[in-house]
C-alpha cells in the first residue's frame, strides 16, 4: 500500500475539533483534494510537522533540541522552551535531531486600533456590486465608486472587500 504524505501536497489529513481532539479527514476527500492538485509538478518548498500560533510574550514547551530560525535570518539554538520575547512574525522551528520543521507565528494577540478611531463601513461582495456602466458584476471601478460615495455621503471610514484574490 502506497502511504501519502499529505503534507507534503499542503493538504492537512485532518483537524483538532472543539474540544481538542485530533480528527482525521476521511481517506476518500483528501484523495479527491490531491486528485485535483496532480495537473502540476510534484509539489516543493515548505513542508511543516505542524505551525504554532502564539500570543506575543507566550512560550510553548520543545520536544527536543532545536534551533529557531527567526524571520530575520538569525538562529537561536532553542532548548526546552521558546524565547518570551521573539519578534511578531514568522518563525522556523528546526529540530536537530530529526530535522522536522514548526512553522512558528507569533501575534499580537489583537488587531491594534487607535483609541480615536471612531468609523463604520460595508461587508462588501465584490461580485454582487453592479453599475449601469459595469459588466453586469462588480468591478474594481465599482468598488471605488462605492468607497467613495459612501466616504462622502455616509462618513464610512472603510469597506470589507469578499471575495478579492489575486487571479490564477
Known amino acids: 500500500m502506497n502511504t501519502v504524505n499529505w503534507r507534503t501536497w499542503g493538504i ?3 483537524y ?11 481517506p476518500a476527500s483528501l484523495g479527491l ?12 518548498g515548505e ?15 520543545i520536544v527536543e533540541p532545536s534551533e529557531l530560525r527567526l524571520e530575520d535570518r538569525t538562529v537561536d539554538p532553542s532548548g526546552a522552551y521558546l524565547l518570551r520575547d521573539l519578534p511578531l512574525v514568522y ?7 530529526s530535522g522536522e520543521r514548526t512553522r512558528v507565528v507569533v501575534t499580537p ?16 461582495q465584490l461580485y454582487a456590486l453592479r453599475s449601469k456602466k459595469g459588466w453586469g458584476m462588480g468591478d474594481m471601478g465599482d468598488l471605488r465608486e462605492l468607497a467613495r460615495w459612501s466616504n462622502k455621503r455616509l ?12 487571479p490564477i
Do not use: F
Open 16 to 26: 483538532k475539533d472543539a474540544l481538542g481532539h485530533w480528527q482525521n479527514s476521511s
Open 91 to 97: 518563525h522556523e522551528l528546526v529540530g536537530l535531531a
Open 109 to 124: 494577540g489583537q488587531c491594534w486600533l487607535p483609541p480615536e478611531l471612531s468609523t463604520w463601513g460595508w461587508a462588501v
Open 47 to 61: 513542508v511543516y510537522r505542524d505551525v504554532w500560533v502564539i500570543g506575543a510574550g507566550e512560550t510553548r514547551a
Open 12 to 14: 492537512e489529513p485532518g
Open 155 to 166: 462618513g464610512a471610514g472603510m469597506l470589507l472587500v469578499n471575495p478579492l484574490h489575486a
Open 33 to 44: 483534494l490531491k486528485r485535483a492538485m496532480t495537473k502540476g509538478p510534484e509539489p516543493r
